[in-house]
Structure formats: structure tokens, C-alpha cells
């Protein structure tokens, strides 16, 4: 019995030790996630000069919207990932954060835009994209994975939140780019080159993608609603933005072999999305509609995309140009007025 009693004793010390080692290995790797502080997030954790980290650019964005180096911001999709705050900011005498998300729906973009308002209440101009994802679908929630407490003004919450694998990899990556061996891929003011390089443009390979893209509905609605509920979304941003913020609210440009022939499903949904932003728009002062999904030598040629939805570099310059030029070439808008525009890519300026 008393050899059984020491036994016991001897394995009860080792538990305790290994519990405290555990314990001991865990808080200091808790420690070192919060200390690191892998998406400038947490309240009070130093004041290093981190950088967007994060594949998944929800865990990234929160703290962009929250800056002061900002009072303008770009919401939207992939679609929109190509426009370069840099390149906009001098026309519009602004300081731009993009903060376009992949597949973004338009719950998560009002996300985003909601908490970019809270921390800048008189924002100069804002932009919005709408693409498919709002005239075709209506999702309400989350396309990827999302981090809550970020959103939700529970910053403290992340402290908790900090024990967490992804948190950890993040932190680890963080630390890398802090110590400088990391290079940076996603810009400190939102932009990243989401694309290819153009001189790695394979024809051969875009037009795999054009055949293997899901297929445009040219059947009749039969019976289906034009009506696209997403877009009671893009009415309460646009209502919470004040009197003089200018507001962009445009359709970027997709290859015309996905527009749909006239008549059929996907070309009526399309033709009513764009109905239905121009009656929004016209109720709220200082806006303005730009589309560039018409025909056009931009949408015309597949030689300008990379696949249906994604346009190249060198049209993100004329998207962007596009953009100042309808935006600012009759300013300032009257008070009380908005302005619907297409955009003439030969021409070079909206009509």
C-alpha cells in the first residue's frame, strides 16, 4: 500500500507539472498572438506599423475602416479590387480606402460600410459596386468566413478570439513581415494586384475559362421575379450617408457575351437591376449611377478580361478614369440632385 501511495503521488506530481507546462506553453503563445496583434485590432496592444496579413481580407478590413488616414472607401466585390486609392485620391482631393472583399455579398459589404461610417461620420465620397452578387442573388449573411466581433464594436471580445489557430498562423505571418522577412501583398490602403500580371495573359487558358463559365439563362422568366431584394441594401447605405458626401454608385464592366440575348432571363434581370438603381439613386442628393456593363469596345472583346466578370489592368485605368470623369466633370452636383450616366469608352468621358 505505501509503495502504491508514493506510485500515486509520484504520477499526481507529474500531472501538475505537465498541466503547468501546457498552461505555461499556451499564455505565452496567447501572448504573443495578442502582442502581435495579427490585424491591428485589439485595444491595447502596441503600436507597431502592421499590414493587411490576411488571405481572407474580412479579417483585414475592419482595422483599414477604422483608420484616420482615410475619409473616402470603395465597397464592393472583386470587381472592384482593381481600383487604386492612389489614383483617385488627387481628382477627388480624397483619401481613399478600398475596401472591396472576394465574393463579398451584399450583407458583408454593408458590414464593412456600416463600421467605416461609425468611424468617419462625414466621409468625402464613397463608392459602390454592383455587380452580379446584387442583381442576381440575395444572400443574408456571409459568402467566407467572418469574424463577428469585428463588426459589432466588441473589440475586447478579441482578446478571447485571439486563441485561435488561424489567429496564431496570422500572428506568425505578422511577425515575419515585422522582422522583415515577409514581403507585403496587400496594400496598406486596401488595394492588392488580385490579377495576374498583363504580360501573363494566355489567350488559350482565358477562353478555357470563357467556355467553362456557367452559361447565361436566355429562357423566358416564366413566371420568375425581376425584382433584386439586395438592393434594400444599397437604400440603407445610401440613406445613412450625409447631404454632402458624394456617391458613386456604378456597374463595372463584364464581357457582353455574358449581357444575355434580349428577352431571356439573365438580359431582363440585368435590364431591371439597372431600372431599379436609377429610381434608388434618384432619391438621394449629391449621387450619381455610372454603368459600364453596355456594349461597348471594352465589353466587346474578350481580350480585355481575364474571365467573364474580371477586367484586366489596363481597363482598371479606364474604369477609374471613367469614374473622375463622370464624377467631377460637372461638379458640384446641384443640391437635391442625382445623375444617372453611361459611360462611351471611345469617347473617353460619360454621356
Not at 507546462?21 to 506599423?49: E, Y
Not at 499590414?51 to 466585390?77: E, K, Q, V
Not at 472591396?100 to 458583408?108: D, F, G, L, Q, V
Request: charged share 15%; with cysteine.
Amino acid at each position: 500500500m505505501p509503495l502504491f501511495t508514493s506510485g500515486s503521488s509520484q504520477w499526481r506530481r507529474f500531472a501538475m507539472i505537465f498541466i503547468g507546462v501546457m498552461f505555461g506553453c499556451g499564455l505565452a503563445i496567447w501572448l504573443f498572438i495578442v502582442i502581435i496583434d495579427p490585424w491591428n485590432i485589439l485595444p491595447a496592444s502596441p503600436p507597431f506599423n502592421r499590414i493587411p496579413i490576411s488571405t481572407n481580407a474580412r479579417y483585414s478590413m475592419p482595422a483599414l475602416a477604422m483608420s484616420d488616414r482615410f475619409d473616402s472607401a470603395m465597397i464592393g466585390t472583386s470587381t472592384s479590387r482593381l481600383l487604386r486609392p492612389q489614383f483617385m485620391n488627387g481628382p477627388f482631393g480624397a483619401r481613399f480606402v478600398n475596401l472591396s472583399m472576394n465574393t463579398a455579398s451584399p450583407w458583408e459589404q454593408e458590414k464593412i460600410f456600416s463600421l467605416f461610417l461609425r468611424h468617419h461620420p462625414q466621409p468625402k465620397v464613397v463608392t459602390f459596386d454592383i455587380d452580379f452578387t446584387w442583381c442576381f442573388q440575395d444572400i443574408n449573411g456571409p459568402n467566407r468566413p467572418f469574424p463577428y466581433w469585428m463588426y459589432e464594436g466588441s473589440l475586447w471580445k478579441g482578446y478571447l478570439h485571439m486563441a485561435d489557430l488561424y489567429a496564431l498562423q496570422e500572428a506568425s505571418n505578422q511577425f515575419l513581415w515585422l522582422i522583415g522577412l515577409k514581403k507585403q501583398r496587400y496594400g496598406s490602403d486596401g488595394y492588392t494586384t488580385l490579377l495576374p500580371v498583363d504580360y501573363a495573359y494566355n489567350p488559350k487558358v482565358v477562353n478555357k475559362v470563357f467556355r467553362e463559365w456557367w452559361p447565361t439563362d436566355s429562357s423566358p422568366p416564366n413566371g420568375r421575379s425581376l425584382d433584386q431584394p439586395a438592393l434594400r441594401r444599397l437604400v440603407f447605405m445610401l440613406k445613412m450617408l450625409p447631404t454632402n458626401t458624394l456617391k458613386i454608385v456604378w456597374i463595372p464592366p463584364f464581357s457582353a457575351e455574358f449581357f444575355g440575348k434580349e428577352g431571356g432571363w439573365t438580359n431582363m434581370k440585368w435590364q431591371a437591376c439597372k431600372a431599379d438603381i436609377t429610381k434608388i439613386i434618384q432619391d438621394y442628393p449629391n449621387a450619381i449611377a455610372i454603368d459600364f456593363a453596355q456594349q461597348s469596345p471594352i465589353t466587346s472583346q474578350r481580350s480585355n478580361f481575364w474571365d467573364p466578370i474580371h477586367y484586366r489592368n489596363f481597363i482598371a485605368d479606364k474604369v477609374m478614369i471613367g469614374l473622375i470623369e463622370a464624377s467631377l466633370h460637372h461638379q458640384p452636383l446641384p443640391q437635391n440632385q442625382s445623375r444617372i450616366l453611361g459611360f462611351d469608352s471611345n469617347k473617353k468621358h460619360a454621356h
